[in-house]
């Protein structure tokens, strides 16, 4: 079946510090990716939405200088907080799509970040 | 916009029940509905998937049943156990092609 492999599983570091999380489609060509963010016994939260070779869409509230999205291959998508605070500290999950919108979202295994 | 709502938040039964989670969406605009299960600290796996021109999609002891007039999907386990203890999230695709989840209903199964 289709696998998303996301990594790292866990990241603790200083404030300040910018953190890049990799998702990466195993057997199958992600055309598009997304990213989510789920707080403690909270749902999940769509931040932004990416197809290969194109600019990421963010969702409103989401400010793209602070979350940076990078889809440059078929199989690769990463997200990277720049300048990290303890207020980014989530759980960050990313999920892969191959073709059109009633295709299924494959989901990786999440991040779970944690700012200092 | 789309709201999606999970009833109840928390569950917790003897091993064996059968078990009805609820979810509700207030948008009947859908072009499809999908329940995942999440366990503690991991990401989703998917268990059903129901297109909007479906009533219901089964998968062993799973039975997921979808009435987009009304704005309900329903799924159903049977024979509950111990390992079916997960959160349990529905979630639809609008029309604007994003997945909406609901808050989840947290399952607990004890022997």
């Known amino acids: 079946g289709a696998v998303v492999s996301q990594h790292p599983s866990r990241v603790i570091c200083k404030s300040g510090t910018s953190v890049k999380i990799e998702c990466r489609s195993l057997?199958?060509?992600?055309?598009?990716m997304f990213w989510y963010r789920q707080f403690p016994k909270q749902s999940l939260m769509l931040m932004a939405t990416?197809?290969?070779?194109?600019?990421?869409?963010?969702e409103q509230g989401v400010e793209k200088d602070k979350f940076l999205i990078n889809h440059a291959s078929l199989t690769l998508s990463t997200l990277t907080v720049t300048s990290a605070h303890p207020e980014d500290s989530s759980f960050y999950i990313c999920?892969?799509?191959?073709?059109?919108?009633?295709?299924?979202?494959?989901f990786g295994d999440g991040t779970r970040l944690s700012i200092l | 916009k789309q709201e999606v709502t999970q009833i109840p938040a928390a569950l917790s039964v003897p091993e064996g029940e059968n078990l009805v989670l609820n979810c509700s969406f207030t948008d009947s605009a859908i072009y499809n509905l999908q329940w995942f299960r999440q366990d503690p600290g991991k990401g989703l796996t998917s268990l059903l998937l129901?297109?909007?021109?479906?009533r219901e999609q089964t998968s062993g002891r799973l039975n997921a049943s979808l009435d987009k007039s009304s704005g309900r999907s329903t799924l159903y386990i049977a024979a509950s156990q111990p390992g079916d203890s997960a959160t349990y999230l529905c979630a639809v695709k609008d029309k604007t092609d994003k997945l909406i989840f609901g808050t989840g209903t947290r399952l607990q199964v004890f022997p």
């Open positions: 999920s892969a799509r191959d073709g059109e919108g009633n295709q299924p979202q494959h």
């Open positions: 129901i297109q909007s021109s479906q």
């Open positions: 057997d199958f060509q992600a055309t598009t």
């Open positions: 990416s197809n290969e070779g194109s600019k990421a869409t963010y």
